[in-house]
C-alpha cells in the first residue's frame, strides 16, 4: 500500500468515525455504566497469573520515530463482565486523552500529553511539525482507534472513544503513527 493510499484510507476511517460520531445520541444521557469492578491491571491478566485478560484490554503503541523519556506505550488489562465505553476503558487504563479545538473529543490528539506541542515531528518533506491539536491532525502523524474482537484480526474501529463499546476478551489500541509506521498494533 502506497503512502497516499494509506493517508486515504486513515482519512476515510476518520471520516467514517466523525459521521457516526454525528449520528449517536445527544440528549445528555450518561453512559450506560459497565457492570464490572472498575479496577485495571498490567500484568498479562487481570490476575496477574500470565493468562489472557478476561476483560478487555488497552493497548498503547507509539511510532519509534517518537523517542520519549516518559511514555504512555504499554497494554493494561481492564476488568470487565460487561460491555464498556471505550472511553471509559482508555480512563480505567490510567490514560488521559485530548481532543481538538475544531472536533472535540470526537478526534484524539494527544493521549497522555504525547505529542506535546513543543514536540518536534519530521514531516515526510524533513520540516519540524508541531501539534497544536487545533483541528485534525496531519496525516503524517496521528493516533488512531483500533479494535480487536477475540481471536479476531486488528482493524480499525469504526466509532470514535465516546461512542464505541467494547467488550470482555475484546483490545483495545490507541496507535500513534508517523510516516506510515507502524500500520496497525503488533502486540
Not at 1 to 29: N, Q, Y
Amino acid at each position: 500500500m502506497t503512502t497516499t493510499s494509506r493517508a486515504l484510507a486513515a482519512t476515510a476511517a476518520l471520516l467514517l468515525t466523525l459521521t457516526l460520531a454525528a449520528c449517536a445520541p445527544s440528549d445528555g444521557a450518561p453512559t450506560e455504566s459497565p457492570t464490572e469492578s472498575a479496577s485495571a491491571s498490567t500484568e498479562a491478566g487481570a490476575d496477574g497469573d500470565g493468562d489472557a485478560c478476561a476483560g478487555v484490554e488497552v493497548v498503547v503503541e507509539l511510532s519509534a520515530a517518537i523517542e520519549l523519556d516518559e511514555s504512555p506505550a504499554g497494554v493494561t488489562c481492564i476488568e470487565a463482565d460487561a460491555p464498556i465505553a471505550a472511553s471509559d476503558a482508555v480512563a480505567e487504563a490510567g490514560l488521559t486523552t485530548e481532543g481538538t479545538e475544531e472536533y472535540g473529543d470526537q478526534v484524539v490528539c494527544r493521549v497522555d500529553g504525547v505529542p506535546a506541542e513543543d514536540f518536534a515531528i519530521t514531516a515526510p518533506d524533513g520540516t519540524d511539525y508541531f501539534e497544536t491539536c487545533a483541528s485534525m491532525p496531519a496525516a503524517f502523524a496521528y493516533w488512531s482507534l483500533w479494535t480487536q474482537p477475540v481471536d479476531g484480526e486488528w482493524g480499525y474501529a469504526q466509532e470514535g472513544l465516546a461512542t464505541l463499546q467494547v467488550q470482555p476478551g475484546e483490545r483495545l489500541a490507541l496507535l500513534f503513527t508517523v510516516n506510515d509506521e507502524p500500520a496497525a498494533p503488533s502486540a
